[in-house]
């Protein structure tokens, strides 16, 4: 199975909006709703943001939306402050009834 | 709250099979499936394979053959074996709770701090 399509990096100033892409196939994202976002800080384990494209946890920020169209996921943070800088996964549910992850995003705050 | 944590040998020689073990505390083992995920150091997270406490295994096609997972209820653990490792196997492992909210068995809502383990001679 291929990994998901994510950008290197993305950057942007505090207060400001960014949206990090997620580009699967027919396969996973053009399939299924089940698509979740994951936060990674250096050293620590990944932390789940959102859930099933739009859905956040409790006790994540609202700053944290996501959405899907075709097979393209994408996750907004609104708002960016510095503790927002960090490493950002997706994963998706696929046909086979396995899981792929992208190979992640680096946001910079400027 | 439930807690997860790995355990297991840091260093695999080449050739040689990869045995971690995942202790859950502070909640059921048989309310969920359980995952292992690695990720090679300054790489990516892959997904390796669940597992339900009535059985039903999953596995990442390309470890498929390489890759078993277990549950052990009685003891409240997880493992994982990886057989006929490689320096590309080097990776911190990650013991992950796959939890179900309402819709499918599709959220990863629960870390281990993970494990490195190195494959070396």
């Known amino acids: 199975q291929s990994a998901l399509t994510q950008p290197a990096s993305v950057s942007g100033s505090p207060g400001q909006s960014i949206t990090i892409s997620c580009t699967g196939t027919?396969?996973?994202?053009?399939?299924?709703?089940?698509v979740s976002w994951y936060q990674q800080q250096p050293g620590k384990a990944p932390q789940l943001i959102l859930y099933?494209?739009?859905n956040r946890p409790s006790g994540v920020s609202h700053r944290f939306s996501g959405s899907r169209s075709g097979s393209t996921a994408s996750l907004t943070i609104s708002g960016l402050q510095t503790e927002d800088e960090a490493d950002y996964f997706c994963?998706?549910?696929?046909?086979?009834?396995?899981?792929?992850f992208g190979p992640g995003t680096k946001v910079s705050v400027l | 709250q439930v807690q997860l944590q790995e355990s297991g040998p840091g260093l695999v020689k080449p050739s040689e099979t990869l045995s971690l073990t995942c202790t859950v505390s502070?909640?059921?083992?048989?309310?969920?499936?359980w995952s292992w995920v690695r990720q090679p150091p300054g790489k990516g997270l892959e997904w390796i394979a669940n597992?339900?406490?009535?059985?039903?295994?999953y596995y990442n096609p390309s470890l498929e053959g390489r890759v078993a997972i277990s549950l052990d209820t009685s003891k409240s653990e997880c493992s994982l074996k990886l057989g006929s490792v490689t320096a590309a196997d080097t990776a911190v492992y990650f013991c992950?709770?796959?939890?179900?909210?309402?819709?499918?068995?599709?959220?990863?809502?629960?870390w281990g701090q993970g494990t490195l383990v190195t494959v070396s001679s």
């Open positions: 992950v709770r796959l939890n179900r909210y309402g819709g499918g068995w599709s959220v990863f809502d629960n």
């Open positions: 502070g909640g059921s083992i048989s309310d969920s499936f």
């Open positions: 597992i339900h406490y009535k059985g039903d295994t």
């Open positions: 027919t396969s996973d994202i053009g399939a299924f709703y089940y």
């Open positions: 099933d494209v739009t």
């Open positions: 994963c998706s549910y696929t046909s086979r009834s396995t899981f792929v």
